[in-house]
């Protein structure tokens, strides 16, 4: 018969990390697009804009005046989708109809005082105040909540309403859906096979090579094998890391360069600002702190829609709503292409 | 303390056929919109094009020439994710490196011969053309095929690039995520409770009347108590049914009747073409028809993705891909809004 080649024969592939699997059908990239197209990332942002809430100096909607900030700055959302003291539901005992009380806190992190930087073209050392900021967040927040949730929206084509260099952290009284579910395969594999599932998984592919986009001597970025997302990413430390503000100073600035290098790479792949959404994953914390998470490793997952070209992105629609995931290259491929992709952004290199 | 109010308080619901649990933040309704805005769904398609390659005796990629057809017409994808003899990928015994062989068939499927017609606009009798021919489909992919998807994206904005009235049907040799998910789910029900989940759910539903659509004497459409997307509806038979294929003449004929019901209103909404992904989940079929599936019923998903305006989505972005899908309206909010629309579609009004 045909020998397999996963570029031309559509397969399967395990996500370990979700117990669940994706069609990888990488002879579809060869069919013509005909569908929506979106408009392009917006190129030219203002540095200060008097109406915007984010920028420095100005007034949010609650009518609080934002203060001078020169570096990060930590902010309630002003339409929090978690409040800290919401009742409790009525309890309807029928098994079909069931709630539970959801309780939390939505923050607001601004990246940089200027609204025309992102984090590759901003400094090595503001990357880093970033990085402080979230570990600071995950520790104060995690001294009660189970779960802090990190992530960045960028762009407007992931929902982002707010040009500004910025993300969100939202703390739960709950351990969501996803994070749930990691933790259930991580400590699965670490009973069965004694290493955690993560650590054990850089290794390989520190080895494989194949799907490696950036490295360095304490972190690596790989396409994952089980990818959904064409130009999804998996950031991983090297060494065994429970949660983000364990990482030590030099650890930090490993992390702010291989950001830096992952997102210039990002950038440079349809030569605009890439949109994604990005958000970190680290052991439980609240109660499960005092637990044994030594399955869990730190890892932050980037999800950019763009499949095709800065205005033709992947569509999770129809069969993958109510199916199965499916992608239309090969995370090899992806990886091959955002590896060879040069290290300097495009937009200081057209200086 | 305060008295716990749906649309007021935050809290969770609990999804029994995923075995997962949805954020519910009506309050984040009142914040006010920024971001993005889609371009409006097409309303002006001319009836024939002769560049579509859907319509009646125009020329395919592929070369082959569409018959007049002047019901359904079926044919195989030109650029199908799934293919019946694709070789088995080589075997990689690492647990973290785990792929499969995926082998199958993708149909799209025409409703009608012309291209400014949708569902909801159709005579009921073509309607039911439709469903027979959905049937037709699962009986005769189902006869080999463990799982036979059928699915509809409806609009630019779910990913469709054309605008003539069709479905995709693809059928796997694997039974994919989101039906083994479902199957797990259903099955733990009815082995707990003796009856099957979503009959148990319907009658309830019938009962409470507060998230209920439309209904008629053997089907029921609920914006369910876990809906995740802002309009989402679940599509119920009221007696025990397995599979599409077993519907009788005169259930086809409601269905047909219902469908038209809930997408008119789903049209007058925003007064748009109502864009949304749909997809029929039913009893698996190939091997797994031998086995006992009497834990399974028949329903179809609507997952719509407008929340404000015909212009204004919602995005399942950060938060959603990494922590936990969130809402932000009630399902009872929404089942009302849609309950009380008019059952006269705009554009038949509008004359
Ligand atoms: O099959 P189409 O219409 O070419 O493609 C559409 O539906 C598929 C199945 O849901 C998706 O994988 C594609 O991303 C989407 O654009
Ligand atoms: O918080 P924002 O920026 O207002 O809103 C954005 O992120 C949220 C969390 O992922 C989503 O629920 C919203 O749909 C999205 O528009």
């Given at each position: 018969?045909?020998?397999?080649?996963?570029?031309?024969?559509?397969?399967?592939?395990?996500?370990?990390?979700?117990?669940?699997?994706?069609?990888?059908?990488?002879?579809?990239?060869?069919?013509?697009?005909?569908?929506?197209?979106?408009?392009?990332?917006?190129?030219?942002?203002?540095?200060?804009?008097?109406?915007?809430?984010?920028?420095?100096?100005?007034?949010?909607?609650?009518?609080?005046?934002?203060?001078?900030?020169?570096?990060?700055?930590?902010?309630?959302?002003?339409?929090?989708?978690?409040?800290?003291?919401?009742?409790?539901?009525?309890?309807?005992?029928?098994?079909?109809?069931?709630?539970?009380?959801?309780?939390?806190?939505?923050?607001?992190?601004?990246?940089?005082?200027?609204?025309?930087?992102?984090?590759?073209?901003?400094?090595?050392?503001?990357?880093?105040?970033?990085?402080?900021?979230?570990?600071?967040?995950?520790?104060?927040?995690?001294?009660?909540?189970?779960?802090?949730?990190?992530?960045?929206?960028?762009?407007?084509?992931?929902?982002?309403?707010?040009?500004?260099?910025?993300?969100?952290?939202?703390?739960?009284?709950?351990?969501?859906?996803e994070p749930a579910l990691s933790d259930r395969c991580q400590r699965?594999?670490?009973?069965?096979?004694?290493?955690?599932?993560?650590?054990?998984?850089?290794?390989?592919?520190?080895?494989?090579?194949?799907?490696?986009?950036?490295?360095?001597?304490?972190?690596?970025?790989?396409?994952?094998?089980?990818?959904?997302?064409?130009?999804?990413?998996?950031?991983?430390?090297?060494?065994?890391?429970?949660?983000?503000?364990?990482?030590?100073?030099?650890?930090?600035?490993?992390?702010?360069?291989?950001?830096?290098?992952?997102?210039?790479?990002?950038?440079?792949?349809?030569?605009?600002?890439?949109?994604?959404?990005?958000?970190?994953?680290?052991?439980?914390?609240?109660?499960?702190?005092?637990?044994?998470?030594?399955?869990?490793?730190?890892?932050?997952?980037?999800?950019?829609?763009?499949?095709?070209?800065?205005t033709v992105k992947k569509f999770m629609v129809g069969y993958e709503?109510?199916?199965?995931?499916?992608?239309?290259?090969?995370?090899?491929?992806?990886?091959?292409?955002?590896?060879?992709?040069?290290?300097?952004?495009?937009?200081?290199?057209?200086?």
């Amino acid at each position: 018969g045909v020998r397999f080649d996963p570029r031309e024969h559509q397969h399967l592939r395990y996500n370990p990390l979700r117990d669940s699997w994706v069609l990888v059908s990488a002879h579809r990239m060869k069919r013509p697009w005909a569908g929506q197209v979106e408009k392009p990332p917006e190129e030219h942002i203002p540095r200060y804009d008097p109406r915007n809430p984010l920028c420095p100096g100005n007034t949010r909607a609650n009518g609080e005046v934002n203060p001078n900030y020169d570096s990060t700055f930590v902010f309630g959302n002003d339409f929090p989708a978690l409040e800290p003291d919401a009742p409790d539901p009525s309890l309807d005992q029928h098994p079909l109809f069931q709630s539970k009380p959801a309780r939390g806190v939505c923050k607001v992190m601004c990246f940089h005082p200027w609204s025309d930087v992102t984090l590759p073209l901003m400094k090595r050392q503001e990357v880093v105040k970033v990085i402080d900021k979230w570990a600071e967040l995950v520790e104060e927040l995690g001294a009660t909540y189970p779960w802090v949730q990190i992530f960045e929206n960028k762009g407007e084509m992931m929902g982002c309403s707010n040009p500004h260099p910025h993300c969100q952290v939202w703390a739960s009284n709950f351990l969501p859906n996803e994070p749930a579910l990691s933790d259930r395969c991580q400590r699965a594999y670490y009973q069965k096979h004694g290493e955690p599932l993560l650590l054990q998984y850089a290794k390989q592919e520190a080895e494989k090579k194949e799907r490696i986009v950036v490295e360095s001597q304490d972190w690596l970025v790989v396409v994952p094998y089980w990818a959904t997302w064409p130009y999804q990413t998996l950031l991983l430390p090297r060494r065994h890391v429970l949660r983000i503000n364990e990482l030590t100073t030099k650890e930090r600035e490993g992390l702010a360069d291989i950001m830096k290098r992952l997102l210039t790479k990002y950038d440079n792949l349809f030569e605009v600002s890439f949109p994604y959404s990005m958000g970190w994953h680290g052991a439980p914390t609240g109660t499960y702190s005092k637990e044994d998470n030594s399955h869990w490793q730190l890892h932050a997952h980037y999800y950019p829609p763009l499949l095709r070209s800065a205005t033709v992105k992947k569509f999770m629609v129809g069969y993958e709503m109510l199916a199965q995931e499916q992608r239309d290259l090969t995370p090899e491929q992806a990886a091959k292409k955002l590896r060879n992709l040069p290290e300097e952004h495009y937009k200081t290199r057209e200086n």
